[in-house]
Nanobody, 115 residues
């Protein structure tokens, strides 16, 4: 059974940085795409960043220039580097992956950005 385990969330002041990690239980190149989603209080879950197996990245407009999704294939891990954090970045961040059969979700990690 596929497992995705997030880590790296926490409390940070506005303007600070965090790096989230998503450790997968199998070869990350076996997924068509790996993603980071987030859900802020009172808002719908949104796609923040995506990385396909060929290395193509996509970001929601609100994080472009501040967030970077990357991978370390040797560790089966995908990262989300978050710089210049803003209070509106606060929320639960979820790792997500898709293959030809289904999608998989981690349990999430909480990011709180104070003013």
């Amino acid at each position: 059974q596929v497992q995705l385990v997030e880590s790296g969330g926490g409390l940070v002041q506005a303007g600070g940085s965090l790096r989230l990690s998503c450790a997968a239980s199998r070869n990350i190149f076996s997924f068509n795409v790996m993603n980071w989603y987030r859900q802020a209080p009172g808002k719908q879950r949104e796609l923040v960043a995506a990385l396909n197996s060929g290395g193509t990245t996509n970001y929601v407009d609100s994080v472009k220039g501040r967030f970077t999704i990357s991978r370390d294939s040797a560790k089966n891990t995908v990262y989300l580097q978050m710089n210049n954090l803003k209070p509106e970045d606060t929320g639960d961040y979820y790792c997500n992956a898709g293959d030809n059969w289904r999608i998989y979700w981690g349990k999430g990690t909480l990011v709180t950005v104070s003013s």
